[in-house]
Structure formats: C-alpha cells, structure tokens
C-alpha cells in the first residue's frame, strides 16, 4: 500500500514542485519518504498502536492522511483552502482510501467538533504553534509530530520528548530539517 501511495503522489507531482501561499499559510507537499521515516521512529518510540486517530492541521492534498491510513490509523484531515481539500479528497478516493478531509481552520476549536478524540496530531511546516494549542485542547493527551528546519523549535505550548534529523541521500547526505515529537505538560 506504501508503495502504491508514493507512485501516485510522484505522478501527482510530475509537472514541478507546487508551492502554494493560501490564506492561511502555505502548502508545501511533504516528501513521502520522509513521512514514512517519521511513522517509523513513532513506532520506535512505542506511540503508534493500530487504530489510533490521526490529525493533520493543514492536510494539503491528502497524502499524509493516505500514509496515516496505511499504518491502520483513523485519519483526519483539517484543510482550510477549499481547492486543496476537494484535491485531496479526489486523491484519496483515487487511492481507496477513506480518510475524512474537512474544511475548516485547524486554529478555531469549532472545526474539531467531528473528530472524536486525537491520539497523534501532525502539522508539517506551517502555524504549528496555532496547531498544537488547537489540538492540545481538543486532546490534551494527544502526542504532537511536526516538521521543522529548527533543531530545537520554540513557542510550542508541549512539553519537547525527542527529536530525529530528517536526511535526503540525493548525491550527497544533507540534512533537510528535524522531526520533532512533543506531549501535553501534564
């Protein structure tokens, strides 16, 4: 099924890098591989257990929330840009998968209300102070992964648990950014 979702979004994305400012930040689609290494080192970390609810505040075209599912994860997306959300709704479908995309603005604890509880909120590079307060929150025992070019990121209103480089080995190693795993202060 991974493999299955990393040749549809290489299909996807063809035509060229799509960077998009939108209203409420930007979308920059996240490379799957990396992705899938972050889900890794949250089942090294004994915090991924099947059936657990996923959220992804800025969801973009979907393919995080196609990742989560693939690893028997329950999967939300929250996307603000109508266009983004109706692609990755498409996306998806195309895939077989049955994540739920809602439209909405992950920082207003309103567009939560159909999510039922959050185990594991993810926010890639964008207003992740604004997604882990909202997230925090709805579920104060969620566990919060984000992406970010900081070693050690600030601001985030949760307690920092650890921290893993996040590499590409395109001629040569370089270092593209760090995951970050965080939990409530309590």
């Given at each position: 099924?991974?493999?299955n979702?990393i040749?549809?979004?290489?299909?996807?994305?063809?035509?060229?890098?799509?960077?998009?400012h939108?209203?409420k930040?930007l979308?920059l689609?996240s490379?799957?591989?990396?992705i899938?290494d972050?889900f890794?080192?949250l089942?090294?970390?004994?915090?991924f257990?099947?059936?657990?609810?996923f959220?992804d505040a800025?969801?973009?075209?979907g393919?995080i929330l196609?990742?989560?599912?693939?690893?028997?994860m329950?999967a939300?997306?929250i996307?603000f840009?109508e266009t983004l959300?109706?692609?990755?709704?498409?996306?998806l479908?195309?895939?077989?998968i049955?994540?739920?995309?809602?439209?909405g603005d992950?920082?207003e604890?309103?567009?939560f209300k159909?999510i039922p509880?959050i185990?594991i909120?993810?926010?890639?590079e964008n207003n992740?102070?604004?997604?882990?307060?909202?997230?925090?929150?709805?579920?104060?025992?969620m566990?919060?992964?984000h992406h970010?070019?900081?070693k050690?990121?600030d601001?985030?209103p949760?307690?920092?648990i650890s921290?893993f480089?996040?590499?590409?080995?395109?001629?040569?190693?370089?270092l593209?950014?760090?995951?970050?795993?965080?939990?409530n202060?309590q």
């Amino acid at each position: 099924m991974l493999k299955n979702i990393i040749d549809y979004y290489a299909e996807v994305d063809a035509p060229g890098l799509r960077i998009k400012h939108t209203e409420k930040g930007l979308f920059l689609p996240s490379h799957l591989p990396h992705i899938i290494d972050a889900f890794k080192f949250l089942e090294r970390m004994g915090y991924f257990k099947e059936g657990m609810t996923f959220c992804d505040a800025g969801s973009g075209d979907g393919r995080i929330l196609a990742v989560a599912e693939a690893y028997g994860m329950r999967a939300f997306g929250i996307e603000f840009e109508e266009t983004l959300c109706s692609q990755a709704k498409e996306n998806l479908s195309s895939l077989g998968i049955e994540a739920q995309v809602l439209q909405g603005d992950f920082s207003e604890q309103e567009t939560f209300k159909e999510i039922p509880h959050i185990d594991i909120g993810f926010n890639y590079e964008n207003n992740q102070r604004d997604a882990a307060k909202a997230m925090m929150l709805h579920s104060s025992d969620m566990i919060f992964l984000h992406h970010n070019i900081k070693k050690r990121p600030d601001g985030l209103p949760l307690r920092h648990i650890s921290s893993f480089p996040c590499v590409d080995f395109v001629n040569n190693y370089y270092l593209t950014g760090w995951f970050h795993l965080h939990g409530n202060q309590q």
